[in-house]
């Protein structure tokens, strides 16, 4: 069996966020859909959201204790600092027994210990990076990477390191084989908001206002994913303002969701990013203003500047302008249309498949490294 076909493993570290998670769980599916004997773990603290979102694609997931450090108060900070022994220990028994290939780091404090322990074994490490921005963790683990894939133009521009890809950041498989709208006069105008695993509290409450400064509310339907805390009002403000919207706190199938939206509202995390663009789909911003080093602001400013999505900070945000945005966008279908065409620009949905080539040569130059030591042995 030559190099190339022989079994790949990859262990992916991080989460936290769908951000941080969801480009891992793409590259895994584009390994394991290349060749069933290629094998992945994912690696992270466990929280609820991280779990569910693995068994429903059914990869498995190892467990350690690990906390951030990044804005959180003094003794939280020693706290979290002592713990870092722990974690490191318990990264290096998961890489011992599941010899990966390559320790892939997808952002959060959780990568840096992984892939920490994954250099002091001597594995190759590659880094994901989603936003604009590097994030302190990846920052610091730079000058450990044999690669470091990055999902927009200017932040290979800025690095200018050969080590440093622009692949795009990688949309799960079930997104990308969304459809288009259905073309229909009786079809109403459909707005999906959605506001990350957790919801955007201000997002909520911005658009619910707008749901009364809305004229022919019967042209309208929301699809609106809330976050769990604030479902219930939400879904009250809806049934009060005779506006249609379907209201749920998550949605499993986004796939569905973005293919019935004519307009996207949301904030600007990498992963919304990169599936907006993958796709093509128009979108109105609203970037989270407490993001580490405001990454989200920087994400929306790329593609607003080239007209791709509009973007308004959260301080500027008011149901009334968001009304008048959606009344415009309804009745100036051209105006979506080449906001769609200038975001589909800035789209690699061939991410996946780049970095998993990528990952395939670093492991096949790896191999014959290996196999020219043993022979200078022999």
């Known amino acids: 069996m030559n190099a190339p076909s022989q079994p790949i493993r990859v262990l992916f570290s991080g989460g936290g966020t769908g951000g941080h998670l969801f480009p891992?769980?793409?590259v895994a599916q584009e390994l394991t859909a290349r060749?069933?004997?290629?094998?992945?773990l994912f690696v992270t603290t466990g929280k609820p959201f991280e779990r569910a979102a693995l068994e429903?694609?059914?990869?498995?997931?190892?467990?350690?204790?690990?906390?951030?450090?990044k804005g959180r108060r003094i003794f939280e900070k020693l706290s979290a600092a002592a713990k870092i022994p722990k974690g490191l220990v318990a990264s290096i028994r998961v890489i011992h027994r599941f010899k990966p290939?390559?320790?892939?780091g997808l952002g959060s404090y959780t990568a840096g210990v992984v892939a920490l322990a994954g250099w002091v074994l001597g594995k190759p490490i590659v880094l994901f990076e989603q936003n604009r921005l590097p994030g302190m963790t990846n920052r610091m683990l730079f000058p450990l990477a044999d690669r470091i894939y990055v999902s927009f133009p200017?932040?290979?521009?800025?690095?200018?390191?050969?080590?440093?890809?622009?692949?795009?950041?990688?949309?799960r498989r079930s997104v990308l084989l969304v459809g288009e709208a259905p073309v229909r006069e009786d079809r109403p105008f459909t707005i999906l908001v959605i506001g990350g695993s957790q919801g955007a509290h201000a997002v909520n409450v911005a658009v619910t206002q707008a749901l009364d400064s809305l004229t022919e509310k019967?042209?309208?339907h929301f699809i609106h994913q809330t976050g769990p805390a604030d479902v219930h009002w939400v879904r009250q403000v809806?049934?009060?303002s005779g506006v249609s919207g379907t209201v749920a706190p998550f949605f499993d199938d986004m796939e569905n969701r973005y293919a019935a939206a004519d307009l996207v509202i949301c904030r600007s995390g990498a992963t919304t990013v990169a599936e907006l663009t993958a796709l093509g789909k128009p979108a109105i911003f609203v970037p989270f203003p407490f993001a580490a080093d405001d990454h989200q602001t920087r994400?929306?400013?790329?593609?607003?500047?080239?007209?791709?999505?509009?973007?308004?900070?959260?301080i500027m945000l008011d149901g009334k302008m968001l009304a008048e945005k959606i009344v415009y966008y309804a009745g100036h279908p051209e105006a979506l249309s080449r906001m769609a065409l200038r975001a589909k620009d800035f789209g690699r949905p061939d991410a996946a498949r780049v970095i998993v080539d990528d990952i395939t040569a670093l492991v096949k130059a790896r191999r014959k490294r290996t196999r020219f030591r043993w022979k200078q042995k022999d």
């Open 24 to 26: 891992g769980i793409a």
């Open 35 to 40: 060749n069933r004997n290629h094998e992945v």
């Open 56 to 69: 429903r694609v059914g990869f498995p997931l190892a467990v350690i204790t690990v906390e951030g450090i």
């Open 101 to 104: 290939h390559v320790v892939a």
């Open 154 to 171: 200017g932040t290979r521009e800025r690095m200018k390191h050969p080590r440093v890809l622009y692949t795009g950041n990688p949309v």
């Open 218 to 220: 019967s042209r309208f």
């Open 238 to 240: 809806y049934a009060a």
């Open 299 to 314: 994400n929306a400013r790329e593609l607003a500047d080239a007209g791709a999505a509009e973007m308004i900070p959260q």
